[in-house]
């Protein structure tokens, strides 16, 4: 099991624990998310809390949490985005490592999970950057790159978090586990992908008649749409990419979850 430094054990089994399949992985991620689903929620509306709250007692609140450029300008568009990653790498970080905690059968209550992100923070935000800036430069090369770039470098987050790498040495990691299993991320990622299109879909839907037709108190109803949507989706993100990098780990290095966890303890 790689320690703390992310150095490999010698001992670690190389007989696979499992086959690394779509539905394994969306079994786990799903049944980790729901499993625990009060506390990866509370995760993630809290993170976002203060960002709810000011959008709350500013003009065009729902605008500025929409990215609504035309009410917002571009200044607004550009704080606005750049508020809302840096709150949601804290809240991605802290719900994989909680999920990896569950996965391995340990429940841990929020403040050891939004430590957990914390902890990482830095090195989440520096390979999320590096992450986006090689996708797109392999979109730019006639999209089907940019597709096999973010397959392989699914797992880049959950090993920064779960064994303590770098950004470079978690993206290397993450397309090392990757290799030959590019097809079943794309597979988990469409299925993520409707979900999530439906999902939002709905949210929308209800957002936009409220923003129609509330006035007076019930106005910050469709920003607290906005929380729980935000809230749901990055804990969904959050527990699915846990699952496919455990899931990796043990059809590859034949390592459990629970073994992927020793490195909290």
Sequence with gaps: ?????????????????????????????????FSNFGSYLLVSGTVF?????????????IAFLQFDVNQIGWVGFAGA??????????????????????????KIGLAKMM?????????????????????????MLLV???VIISLALTATIPAIVAERLGPIDAMKRSAALADGFKWTIFGVVIVLGIFNGVL?????????????????????????????QTAFTTALGGTIAAAVYSQLRAAKEGVSADDIAQVFA
Aim: charged share 5%.
């Design 49 to 61: 809390l203060p960002l709810v709250i000011w959008a709350s007692l500013i003009d065009n609140g």
């Design 200 to 228: 939002t879909f709905a949210f929308t839907f209800v957002q936009e008649a409220f923003v129609s037709s509330s006035s007076g108190g019930a106005a910050y109803i469709p920003i607290l749409i906005f929380l729980a």
């Design 115 to 139: 430590a957990g992100g914390i902890n990482q923070l830095l090195p989440v935000v520096i390979a999320s950057i590096l992450v986006a800036l090689v996708t797109i430069l392999g979109y």
């Design 144 to 146: 089907i790159p940019g």
């Design 1 to 33: 099991m790689p320690d703390g430094n992310g150095d490999a054990d010698t001992d670690v089994t190389t007989e696979p624990l499992g086959e690394f399949t779509a539905g394994a992985v969306l079994s786990a991620g799903f049944g980790s998310l």
């Design 81 to 106: 985005l750049f508020i809302m990653m840096a709150l949601g790498f804290v809240a991605y970080a802290a719900i994989i490592y909680g999920a990896i905690e569950q996965q391995a059968g340990n």
